[in-house]
Structures are given as C-alpha cells and as structure tokens.
C-alpha cells in the first residue's frame, strides 16, 4: 500500500475514533452491567413469584385481569397485556397515553393461573432502566437514540479503517507483538493492535446492531406507514370503535391464524404505535431460531377478526435477529460472560486509542508519514525501474 | 519480536482473519440452537480472549521469573 494511501486511511481512523470514543466508553460501561440484566434483576429481587400450580391448571382470563387493571388506575389507559418467558406471571402496561413518557408508565404483574395482582411498579424506578435509558437514549428519547445510531456508525468506520492501518503498522512486527520494557507508547501501541484487531470481528457485529436496534423507532414507524393504510382503508368514514371486544376471542383468532407461534403480547388500540382499530396481537416461533422472529396478527377490537397475517418487511426482520446480536443474552450465562469479557477488552482499546492520541509527539503521526513517504520514494529510486 | 523485513500480507493479515473467522462462526452457532451449537458458540468465542491471554501472559510470567532471579542473592 502506498504511503500516501495509508496517511488517508490513517486519517479516517483516528478522526472518526476521536468523534466516537467517550460515547462509546459511556456504551461499554453501562453496557457491561445491563449484559446481566435479568441475573441483576433477580437478584435485586423487585420480582413476587407467581403461585406453585400443577400442570394442567387452568389459566385466569385476560379480560378479567384487563379489567382489574382498569379498576386499579381507571384514569390511566392500557397499552399492552404481555406473557412473561421464564414463569406464569402476565404482565399489563398501563399509562396516561400511549406517548407518555416512561416514567408515567406503570407495570402491573398478575398470576397467569390466579389472575391475582403480584406487583405493580412505575417504570424507570429501578436501576437498571436508568442504565439501559443512559445505554440506549441518553436519557433524551429518539434524539439520544439517532445521535447514538450516529456514534456507532463512526465506530464501524474507525473499525474498518483500524484493519486498513493494522497492516502497515504491522508489517514488520510479528502478529501479537507486546513489548513491554520499552517506552510506554510501545507498550500501548502494541496493546491497541493486539486487542483491536482480535476483538475486530465481535466490535462490527456489535457496532453494526448497535445502529440497528437505535433506529428500530423509525424503521417501526415505516412499517406502520406502508401497512395502516391498506389495513385502514375497508374503514374510511367509520366512527372510531366505542367499544373493545374481548382479548381472550383476539388471543383465540390469532392462535388460529397462526398455530405453530405462540403469543407474547397484546397492544391495545392506538394512534402512536399500532393501528387505531386493531389489537395488535404479536407471535413467535417455538424452535431457538424462529423464537427470535415475531409475526404480527391484527384483529380487529369490533368484529374480531383477524386480518391476514404479512410476514415482516426484510428490514424489521434485520432487526430481530440484530437483537440478540447486540445484547448477546442468546446462548447461556457462559456467552454473557464472554460478551463482558470482550467488552471490557473494547474498553482498553478505546483507553489505548485515547492515550496514543493524548500523548502523541509534537511531531504528528501525519509527520512520520510523511517522513514514510519521502524514504518509500527513495527506496523507489534505488530499485531499478 | 520485531523483524527486519516487510511481512507478506499473509503473515500479518493470518491470525486476525483466523480470529475474526472464528468469532463470526461463533455468533452465528449460538444464534441456530441450543445444545452443540451453543457450547461451540461458547469455545468459539473465547478464542480472541485465549489469543489475547496467550500473547500478554508469557511476557507476565517472564516478568515475574525475572523478579524471582533477582531476589535470588538475598
């Protein structure tokens, strides 16, 4: 590669790093406790375990525990009714609207089989939904998100362009040099090469869902965009339904509709994320892979019926699958481990970054390059043309 | 440790792509199922780390051998 080449690439690593590296550092910090979300969850114990029952108990009514729920806050509007993964506890999401902010939302947990109230907590009480806020949003809401989506875009930039200089760096230093005796620069510049271009592979894959998951509001509101209309159309001119039909007939149409997935959770009517006349009634798949792709059912909350189930645009499903990816909570507590490893070798990546740009000489790493480029065209005028 | 001679692109490009070859199998496995696949998503991955620990630590125990030498008068 020719000097002058490497000088560019040289440029874009270290001008795209500097833009991204304090937010990635805020990323890779509180990214490390929410990797151990639900053990710290547990733990902290905010959670009343659902009733020991037999198999074959029969469940509690959703319109039952809707309307207990409705009851409990008669001033508040239910959002979503949703079924917990690991134990028979239903959940129901209640708010003033649906564009509320999150600490105005309420969680109400319910036996699955009782149908009793187990807790009923305000969201953003706790501190792990202040650290995923200050994670994903820095607590500004879309903005937060874009301008994170943003960062992590610099990252894959300064990733791609690391590789690029990884090579002329190294040209004449075996692969996992470390000198450690010498001048301390040495020692963390061969630290920065090593950790970085190992960890490489894992930081893409993490940057790269990492934007994926910040614009998961918008690609949302683009599905919406494309689908409502169509749903909507049969209804133009028609009163806004006064009255919901039973979620329990919803649950049962869309069961129907889709009999191999099972359903994770209800959202009630509405203008903001779903669609004004339907529950918007979401599934999944019961095999590792599948379980990670959800298939919306709409059914209308007046006649009950279901609207014909459309796979996910290619793009949402990018972002189910860009889910796990990111979290890296998919393959046991061993894989969580190793994904807290590595991002606590990202951040001495970042550290390194940081420290060779800080304690540069006065003469520029674009210097040295230069003084490169004048010794490659000499070396060019020696070898016989 | 340093060489007088530029590397091919082989020498120096090798264990990363290796590395980098491992990891993406790795995140891919977990993603398929559970049981092989996740236990090999699991040796997949600690390869980087094992890469890493592999490259600093020798130089760790060197240290560490050396201080032993030089205690060894008293």
Known sequence: MKARTVRHWYRVHKWSSLICTVFLLMSCLTGLPLIFEEEINHWLDHHVAPAAMSDGTPLARIDDIV???????????????GW???EPRIMVG???????????????????????LLE?????SDFMDYVLRLHAELFTGLTGELLLGTMSLFFVVALISGFVVYGPFMRKLKFGTFRPDGHPRVKWFDLHNLVGIV???WALVVGLTGT???????????WRAQELPRLLAPYQGKPMPAKLESVDAALRTASAALPNNTITSVLFPNDVFGSPRHYLIWTKGKTTLT??????????????EAEKARGLPWYLRLLEVSRPLHFGDYGGLPLKILWATLDVLLIVVLTSGIYLWASRRKATIEQELDELVELESAELEVIPG | MSTRETLPVFAVYGWPLLVGFFTAAGLAAALTGEGTPRVFSWFALSFPVAVIAVCLFPILFRRMGNRQEERMPD
Do not use: W
């Open chain 1, 212 to 222: 994926m998951n910040a614009i998961s509001t918008p690609l949302f509101n683009l």
């Open chain 1, 84 to 86: 917990d993964e690991d």
């Open chain 1, 67 to 81: 309307a207990k729920s409705q009851t409990q806050y008669p001033d508040l509007k239910i959002q979503f009714v």
């Open chain 1, 94 to 116: 209640i708010a003033p609207s649906f564009d509320s902010k999150p600490d105005e939302q309420r969680y109400l947990a319910f036996d699955a089989h009782s149908g009793q």
């Open chain 1, 199 to 201: 960890t490489l592979c």
């Open chain 1, 120 to 124: 009923d907590t305000k969201f953003s």
């Open chain 1, 291 to 304: 379980s990670r792709l959800f298939t919306p059912v709409l059914v209308d909350v007046e006649t009950g």
